[in-house]
């Protein structure tokens, strides 16, 4: 005879799920039931609303698949309760949002409260007046298991959490998860780090670093709504994969106003990219120096009046000396400010100067007659012919093809052979016909910054920000300048020619020196054999950087065979297909047709990267310049001698080794009929 519900503790848990589970579908009906047709003063505001009624209904709804709560805390005292002796406690269920009854109590805390934070950082040394701390372990969103730990009973020894090992553990089908469930406190303290500074964290392989500045976003909004929800917030990945892999986060948490971009699609607005450049000329124009060039040259447009102003109005004639006007100008250049602006204020200034004299001879204008004024055909044409209007985009492309004018703007800052690297061999006719690249992009962008001031968000995340160039950084650097970042990458897997050398100069560039810099180096992803084994390339890539150290108990699957063709790499994949979860076979890209076709004629279908798996599909075959930030429970890694060699130095080349290295979560078979890079010797 089944134990009464009083009398089983997992029993009660289902409950209190089932009870949380309805009380959910509560609140959403309500919102769904709002009527909201005599509330708004017209169709605009109606729009708005009923647009905002949407997300708040999507944001409560009910993921079958997904635990309501994963955690429970029995506090010792009520939090911010007197805690004399005798005083009662309080329980509180952890969850990915907030959950309360037709009454308004809680029944499940969001993750991001200050009372849930215990759950992340409470130990047996400092139990932050914790008495229990639960665990949930669940099987397709069905409670099956709890765990408990005695946080204030000294006569528990600490444990290692078993159902904390099996969730980080879990096999990884289809796109990245949130880690809400796993946080550890290293991660905590950064997730929970203020608004106003900017935090950059360099974190090996399986870290947790992008979760980290995902969930960081997530408690920023939570904290801080209603500033972010006014200013904005933004997630920079490397490509459209990546982001594609990470999109399903931050919706699970609830947040759906973040918006996501690659860093060419902050900067490619209205410009079609077509072109690439050779790795000598992107290095030269990802340098921090061409920002002077660039600034010089729009600065050039402007030249010193050598006539005065006359204004006509009526029968009186208003004359400014050239002189006066020349003081202004200066002035204006003195002050730094944006040349558009600069630009849009000079014909105020001139008409200022026209009122004075209007004033000091007996008339009273007022600041329509100065606004007329400043429309004056004499005035317009005068600061046309001294501030004339400039175009980001031609202005770019005259650097890039007219060596006279590269040479005049960039003399002291690049030198003869610097200016010939980036000059364009053919001229081009229009700013339309031009084959721009990402890095011409971004020059245009820092153009058009000089002009007119780029748009701040209140929050900016910056993932996988150890390839981005000092111009690219200053990019972003705009999007964020009145506001904070987050910045994640790893110094060891930058993969471009002008990859990252150091934090602090990155922050530098980004406009933030005061950020501040913290490490992860505890692997919760990447298995022991597997990171000890890509380990070995680091002090070739990255000398300084602590290795990181595995703490799964699990110590993973890793085997280093030779081959005897693409059959054999056919079969590793077909070997690993077997397990339970997703399974990746990464090549260097000139590889990859081949060993499509393989796969092809083997019968076995394979997936794009950031395509999401399915029960029949669990195969992707993955590029090496794609695989970075991408995770796979399996991996098959072909010819890591190609991997190198596809790069344009071993230095680069051996990067982009070991983050192909690292993308395995649980076992990782590495095949080649090539000798191996001397790098993995050892």
Same mark, same amino acid.
């Given at each position: 005879m089944p134990a009464p519900i009083d009398d089983d503790p997992l029993a009660r848990e289902r409950s209190h799920l089932a009870g949380s589970r309805a009380a959910l579908r509560a609140m959403r009906e309500d919102v769904e039931s709002l009527d909201i047709k005599d509330v708004t003063a017209n169709w605009v505001n109606a729009e708005v609303l009923a647009r905002q009624i949407g997300e708040r209904i999507k944001s409560l709804a009910d993921l079958s698949d997904t635990p309501l709560f994963f955690g429970r805390l029995d506090y010792l005292h009520s939090p911010g309760a007197d805690r004399a002796e005798g005083a009662e406690g309080e329980r509180f269920y952890i969850g990915r949002r907030h959950v309360h009854d037709h009454d308004g109590d809680p029944m499940v805390i969001d993750w991001r409260a200050p009372v849930s934070q215990p759950f992340y950082r409470a130990s047996k040394k400092d139990p932050m007046d914790v008495g229990l701390r639960r665990r949930f372990g669940y099987t397709r969103g069905d409670i099956t298991a709890y765990e408990d730990e005695h946080l204030s009973d000294p006569a528990e020894a600490a444990a290692t959490s078993k159902l904390l090992q099996q969730e980080i553990e879990r096999p990884r089908v289809g796109p990245m998860r949130d880690i809400v469930a796993t946080i550890q406190p290293e991660q905590d303290e950064i997730v929970r780090s203020g608004l106003g500074g900017t935090v950059c964290v360099q974190g090996g392989p399986g870290t947790g670093k992008t979760a980290v500045g995902l969930h960081r976003v997530a408690y920023l909004l939570y904290a801080h709504r209603e500033r972010l929800a006014r200013t904005g917030t933004l997630v920079i990945g490397p490509n459209r994969s990546f982001l594609h892999y990470i999109e399903q986060v931050l919706p699970a948490l609830g947040e759906l106003t973040v918006k996501q971009a690659t860093v060419d699609d902050l900067v490619a607005t209205g410009l079609e990219v077509r072109g690439t450049d050779e790795a000598p000329a992107a290095v030269l124009k990802g340098d921090a120096r061409m920002a002077e060039v660039l600034r010089r040259a729009v600065y050039s447009h402007v030249t010193m009046p050598t006539e005065p102003v006359m204004v006509v109005r009526g029968s009186r004639r208003w004359r400014v000396p050239a002189y006066e006007i020349e003081e202004t100008v200066r002035e204006l250049l003195h002050r730094g400010i944006r040349y558009g602006a600069a630009r849009e204020a000079l014909p105020q200034r001139i008409a200022h100067a026209v009122l004075v004299q209007m004033e000091r001879s007996g008339e009273a204008p007022d600041d329509r007659v100065q606004d007329a004024v400043a429309r004056n055909p004499a005035v317009k044409a005068a600061v046309k012919a001294i501030w004339p209007p400039v175009d980001p985009a031609k202005l770019v492309l005259r650097l890039l093809t007219d060596a006279d004018f590269l040479a005049e703007h960039a003399e002291g800052v690049l030198d003869e052979d610097e200016q010939k690297t980036i000059l364009w061999a053919k001229p081009v006719r229009s700013v339309k016909s031009a084959k721009w690249s990402s890095a011409d992009a971004v020059l245009i962008d820092e153009a058009t910054d000089l002009v007119e001031r780029t748009h701040s968000l209140g929050h900016v995340v910056l993932d996988e920000a150890q390839d981005l160039s000092p111009m690219q950084?200053?990019?972003?650097?705009? &999007?964020?300048?009145?506001?904070?970042?987050?910045? #994640?990458?790893?110094?060891?897997?930058?993969?471009?020619?002008?990859?990252? &050398?150091?934090?602090?100069?990155a922050l530098a560039h980004l406009g933030k020196s005061d950020g501040v810099i913290e490490e992860l180096t505890a692997g919760f992803r990447v298995p022991?054999?597997?990171?000890? %084994?890509?380990?070995?390339?680091?002090?070739?890539?990255?000398?300084? #950087?602590?290795?990181?150290?595995?703490? &799964?108990?699990?110590?993973?699957?890793?085997?280093?065979? $030779?081959?005897?063709?693409?059959?054999?790499?056919? =079969?590793?994949?077909?070997?690993?297909?077997?397990?339970?979860?997703?399974?990746?076979?990464?090549?260097?890209?000139?590889?990859?047709?081949?060993?499509?076709?393989? #796969?092809?004629?083997?019968?076995?279908?394979?997936? =794009?990267?950031?395509?999401?798996?399915?029960? $029949?599909? &669990? !195969?992707?075959?993955?590029?090496?310049?794609?695989?970075?930030?991408?995770?796979?429970?399996?991996?098959?890694?072909?010819?890591?001698? =190609?991997?190198?060699?596809? $790069?344009?130095?071993?230095?680069?080349?051996?990067?982009? #080794? %070991?983050?192909?290295?690292?993308?395995?979560?649980?076992? !990782?078979?590495?095949?080649?009929?090539?000798?191996?890079?001397? =790098?993995?010797?050892?």
């Open positions: 950084y200053r990019a972003v650097g705009r &999007r964020c300048s009145t506001g904070s970042a987050t910045v #994640l990458g790893d110094l060891a897997q930058g993969t471009t020619p002008w990859a990252t &050398r150091s934090w602090d100069e022991t054999d597997v990171i000890t %084994y890509a380990s070995r390339l680091l002090p070739h890539i990255a000398p300084g #950087l602590t290795p990181v150290a595995s703490v &799964r108990e699990n110590p993973g699957f890793f085997d280093l065979r $030779e081959n005897s063709g693409t059959a054999d790499v056919v =079969a590793a994949c077909e070997e690993l297909l077997r397990n339970e979860g997703s399974t990746g076979l990464i090549a260097a890209d000139a590889r990859v047709p081949v060993l499509a076709q393989a #796969l092809t004629a083997a019968g076995i279908p394979y997936l =794009a990267p950031g395509e999401e798996t399915t029960a $029949e599909t &669990r !195969l992707t075959l993955v590029p090496a310049s794609l695989a970075k930030g991408l995770e796979y429970d399996y991996v098959v890694l072909d010819e890591p001698q =190609a991997v190198v060699d596809g $790069e344009p130095d071993e230095r680069t080349g051996l990067r982009r #080794l %070991y983050v192909a290295l690292t993308r395995a979560v649980s076992g !990782l078979i590495v095949t080649h009929a090539a000798p191996l890079p001397a =790098a993995l010797a050892g």
